[in-house]
């Protein structure tokens, strides 16, 4: 803006000095010709358009000339006395604050939303009350307007207790069993026995059978209890549906390490749905794309899947981590954007991992 009015000054100051190098005729001859050329234009302009620099220069010189010769604008005298005005007032205005309270920094509204979405218990007083443990000094009628603006609901129909919410707060206890099968090119059906960590979603294969009864998925139970060792105390929970082929030697086997036995309701695949979900992953990932020939070609299968699962597979839930790297603590390492990436092949190409070369 500023160079701007340099310019606009210069231009004029040019025109000036040339002005004066014409002789009185030129100048009386010229200034015929721009009235006429004005009076032609008004003629096929209704009403011209002029921009801010304009009327500046033309409220700036009708002050060089007398009132009678005004007529000469083609805008009224009270329009260049208005304009003189306006840009008058524009000198000696000073910019004035908006009333009423500042509006509260980005960072502190996408903090309270957090703090509601993370408690569904917390009303807007106790939100307040944690910003101002953290420091931040927040009315709590601006909590509750913020909460409002976003439609978030109040405390008491945000924490509805739902089998999703409750299986989220017991998820570091609970493990979550199923069964799902897979046909073989010679048409024989294999009934794989999975359990699956919901807090980690680590999957562990039970067993593989082409006829599963009572006692062989008992002895999976005891199998289960010996692969997770001394981490059988931290669950609390087993999720089962009510197929015939658990027994209550299966439950007595799991109420004997201290895990109580939760019975899914009838036809309700949603209540299990940790494990519903990973029959779907296994399947469109896995099996679904590989003709498997027998127990053993399977067996083989599910074993490289599961590591991949397990190891390296991002889940959305985990922060698009992997089970183990849960369940071990670590982070995402940070990879710079010129470094080399590895692939490695695994079930003929089927599944690729990814890592950063040495």
Request: hydrophobic residues 40%; glycine residues 4%.
């Amino acid at each position: 803006m500023r160079w701007s009015w340099i310019y606009l000054l210069a231009r004029s100051s040019l025109k000036l000095a040339s002005l004066r190098l014409l002789s009185s005729a030129a100048k009386d001859v010229e200034l015929l010709v721009l009235r006429h050329q004005v009076a032609v234009l008004q003629r096929q302009v209704g009403r011209p358009k002029l921009e801010l620099s304009d009327r500046i220069l033309l409220a700036a010189l009708s002050r060089l000339l007398p009132r009678q010769r005004w007529r000469n604008f083609f805008v009224t005298p009270a329009t260049l006395l208005r304009w003189h005005r306006e840009l008058i007032a524009d000198k000696w205005t000073y910019p004035q604050k908006k009333p009423g309270r500042p509006r509260i920094p980005p960072e502190t509204r996408e903090l309270i939303l957090r703090l509601a979405r993370d408690n569904p218990l917390w009303g807007h007083r106790r939100v307040q009350g944690e910003l101002a443990r953290l420091g931040i000094t927040v009315a709590a009628a601006t909590v509750r307007a913020v909460l409002r603006q976003s439609n978030v609901p109040p405390a008491p129909q945000r924490a509805r207790d739902t089998w999703a919410s409750f299986l989220r707060a017991q998820a570091s206890g609970v493990l979550a069993c199923d069964f799902f099968h897979v046909d073989t090119t010679f048409c024989q059906r294999l009934y794989v026995l999975f359990v699956m960590e919901v807090e980690t979603r680590r999957v562990h294969i039970l067993g593989i059978t082409t006829h599963p009864n009572r006692d062989w998925v008992t002895q999976q139970a005891r199998n289960l209890l010996v692969t997770l060792e001394d981490r059988v105390d931290r669950f609390r929970f087993f999720l089962r549906d009510r197929d015939g082929k658990f027994s209550d030697n299966f439950d007595a086997v799991l109420a004997g390490a201290g895990v109580e036995v939760l019975l899914s309701p009838p036809r309700s695949p949603k209540a299990n749905a940790f494990a519903e979900r990973w029959v779907g992953t296994v399947r469109r990932e896995c099996t679904d794309r590989l003709l498997i020939f027998n127990e053993r070609h399977l067996r083989t299968v599910l074993d490289t899947y599961t590591d991949h699962y397990n190891w390296h597979r991002p889940h959305q839930s985990l922060q698009q981590r992997a089970p183990q790297a849960v369940e071990a603590g670590e982070q995402t390492p940070a990879i710079a954007p010129d470094s080399r990436i590895r692939r490695t092949q695994l079930l003929g190409g089927l599944v690729n991992e990814y890592k950063q070369a040495a």
